[in-house]
């Protein structure tokens, strides 16, 4: 695994050049200055957010100390009051956290939703957006979603690495069924399946070889940036200060045909494997 630059940074460009240069060839960028007149650029902060919605009860996800504030495997839900959050937002501490709040709606607290505008780039209306609150040192694990995403960094500071699609196996997804899934005949779907096994920050060639072939796009980004990231890159975020952002999903799953069959490769050589192992007589045969 190698950093082989930087995703490419523009300053507010037309809806037509964010388009041609990057929603259609699918090609991650940093646009500043897109959110400059949001009202939430001005008005949101840990103080805004005790005084207007303090006493709400917000889910967020804990993770042990052993964990260095990596919020991926292991993860336990839980719901504390967005004051008794934000608290720990405002003074983080020296340890890396082991609480955040991601992925809850915006609308679910009244008065906030209308302090944004609209990212002027998405081409569907009324896609919602959704809360990413992360205290400085927060990591999320690499991982990969199947919508294009635009992530607004509202207040704060954070780094973030890329890698293409086409690296699909090159990056190890967890395995598609669970663990025991003839257990689970309802639901025999992993549901961590979109992330990686690997640690970009340590990774080990040991264990996963094809590591070595993946390149890696970073960037930091800051206060009123906007992160494009296509359908199906890898990426992982870290938190270099404790950060407001809100993300918006849309679009449908990529046409690359490379990624479709790099997927159904995947997907399909542990299903066989994960059979294989259940069949009667597969230990005398070595499987």
Not at 93 to 99: A, F, L, S, T, V
Request: aromatic share 12%.
């Amino acid at each position: 695994m190698r950093i082989v630059g930087e995703i490419e940074r523009v300053r507010r460009p037309s809806v037509e050049e964010f388009r041609e240069r990057f929603l259609l060839p699918q090609r991650p960028a940093v646009i500043a200055g897109a959110i400059d007149d949001w009202r939430a650029c001005r008005d949101w902060s840990a103080d805004s957010f005790i005084r207007r919605h303090g006493k709400q009860v917000v889910k967020v996800v804990r993770v042990d100390k052993a964990a260095g504030g990596r919020f991926a495997d292991n993860m336990r839900q839980d719901e504390i009051q967005l004051a008794d959050y934000m608290a720990l937002f405002s003074a983080p501490g020296d340890e890396p956290p082991e609480i955040y709040m991601g992925g809850v709606a915006v609308r679910d607290f009244p008065g906030l939703l209308g302090d944004l505008g609209y990212p002027v780039y998405l081409d569907k209306p009324g896609v919602p957006p959704y809360f990413w609150i992360g205290i400085r040192g927060a990591k999320t694990k690499l991982h990969y979603d199947l919508q294009d995403n635009v992530h607004v960094l509202i207040t704060g500071h954070k780094r973030v690495f890329l890698a293409d699609r086409e690296h699909l196996r090159n990056l190890y997804p967890v395995p598609l069924l669970r663990r025991r899934w003839y257990l689970h005949p309802v639901s025999p779907f992993n549901v961590n399946r979109i992330k990686s096994r690997v640690d970009i920050e340590q990774p080990d060639y040991r264990s996963f070889p094809r590591l070595r072939k993946v390149e890696v796009v970073q960037a930091e980004i800051c206060s009123g940036d906007m992160l494009y990231i296509p359908s199906c890159w890898w990426h992982e975020l870290h938190s270099l200060e404790s950060s407001i952002a809100v993300n918006y999903w849309w679009r449908g799953e990529p046409s690359a045909p490379q990624f479709r069959r790099a997927m159904r490769f995947v997907h399909w050589e542990r299903f066989v494997a994960a059979v294989r192992r259940r069949l009667p007589g597969a230990a005398s045969r070595g499987g």
